[in-house]
């Protein structure tokens, strides 16, 4: 068992009101990842949007190693002290991991500084990820390339700061490429953005997918680097 703790929070809204939702993900989607995560020998829990302080107290937070989002149709439901305190914990060290349609919530935005827009098509075809990172730890024991038979489309440009190393990259049946699993350092924390994932299609529960979710929070988790801290003096080392 890994001591990494984990939150995985998911707006929960497709869940209550569309049937088609319920039926792939009939314990939500954050209950579909969190299992994977389980599987993979993580600590973890979940909130939700409609929890007091959206499950992500400070008390929960302090105890969140790293914080998995995944959020569609309410992103301005989220209350702006939640995400200042998010951000604060992720420039601590606290690992994010934002997918699929997270790319438009407030918390990515606000950390990537950007729009987050992309082009989207939504037809169910075939979505295959190919790794340009070998090396990268979160794709680790994953082939050259996977495929995901039914997914949205999302095609670039993609509105994010070049990554400080780029994963995956999708291409799909309609012709489209994108950046699909993207990392960021900000301060002392890591941020992972992986495409993947729309409401109405199995993407959770895909072995591959499953895969990418473990690594990427073991490459999130927070390291035991020096601090930063906030700017005062400080005395040379040598004397001069
Ligand atoms: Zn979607």
Request: net charge negative; hydrophobic share 40%; proline share 5%.
């Amino acid at each position: 068992m890994s001591s990494i703790r984990v939150m995985v929070w998911n707006e929960g809204q497709h869940e209550k009101k569309h049937e088609a939702v319920q039926k792939v993900y009939p314990q939500g989607i954050h209950g579909a990842i969190a299992e994977g995560l389980q599987e993979a020998g993580y600590a973890v829990q979940t909130a939700t949007l409609d929890q007091p302080e959206h499950g992500l107290s400070e008390a929960a937070l302090e105890q969140t190693d790293v914080l998995i989002w995944w959020a569609h149709i309410a992103h301005d439901q989220v209350d702006d002290a939640i995400v200042e305190r998010v951000h604060k914990r992720v420039l601590g060290g606290m690992g994010l991991i934002v997918l699929h349609s997270g790319h438009f919530s407030k918390i990515f935005k606000r950390i990537m500084g950007t729009s987050g827009n992309l082009k989207w098509r939504e037809i169910g075809e075939k979505e295959r990820l190919w790794v340009v990172n070998a090396a990268h730890p979160i794709a680790d024991g994953l082939d050259d390339h996977f495929e995901l038979q039914h997914e949205e489309m999302y095609g670039e440009p993609f509105g994010i700061p070049e990554p400080d190393s780029l994963v995956f990259v999708s291409w799909f049946a309609g012709g489209e490429v994108f950046r699909s699993g993207c990392c960021w350092y900000r301060d002392q924390g890591k941020v992972f953005y992986f495409r993947p994932g729309h409401e109405t299609y199995p993407t959770y529960y895909d072995p591959n997918v499953r895969k990418v979710l473990a690594n990427a929070v073991r490459w999130a988790a927070p390291t035991n680097g020096p601090k930063i801290t906030v700017a005062n003096r400080r005395e040379p080392l040598e004397t001069l």
